[in-house]
């Protein structure tokens, strides 16, 4: 192979490589309950809730947070496209916040199941969910 042909050939895969991994990041939704008075959220709005940053979201009042276990991959994905935060990041982060007295990680819960659940049983509530399990109890406040 000529080194032209060799630099389109890394090209590609680079492209290939980035284009696979953006659309595994961008397998989640942000849901709240599908009779919630909630109607969208931000994505800044959303990374504050979850990090615990805010509580209220500008007029709508209390929300409540709920989340995925470590390692979930759903998780991993949420965070690192929406906070930009790492596995290891977020973990750092919410051990400095505890530590610190300055506050404590959302509640977590088993699976997008549990999640969806959730929220649909109580409207002050929202949590990420993996698309596939978008279903007519939630509604979508944010999609990457």
Same mark, same amino acid.
């Given at each position: =192979? ?29 849901? *709240?309950?599908? %009779? ?16 615990? %940053? ?30 930009? %935060?790492? !596995? ?17 990680? !959302? ?13 649909? *049983?109580? !409207? ?16 979508? =406040?944010?999609?990457?």
């Amino acid at each position: =192979m000529t080194n032209k042909m060799y630099s389109l050939v890394q090209l590609g895969f680079i492209a290939l490589v980035s284009t696979l991994s953006m659309q595994a990041q961008a397998d989640w939704l942000l849901v *709240a309950g599908a %009779k919630s008075q909630i109607s969208k959220v931000s994505a800044d709005e959303a990374v504050n809730l979850f990090l615990g %940053k805010e509580n209220e979201l500008p007029g709508r009042g209390q929300v409540g947070v709920v989340d995925h276990p470590e390692g979930a991959s759903v998780r991993d994905d949420f965070y690192t496209e929406a906070a930009k %935060k790492s !596995p290891s990041a977020l973990k750092a982060y919410w051990s400095r916040m505890v530590f610190t007295g300055k506050g404590k990680p !959302p509640k977590v819960l088993g699976d997008s199941e549990e999640v969806k659940k959730a929220v649909a *049983a109580n !409207p002050a509530l929202i949590g990420y969910i993996e698309k596939s399990a978008l279903d007519v109890t939630v509604k979508v =406040m944010l999609s990457p």
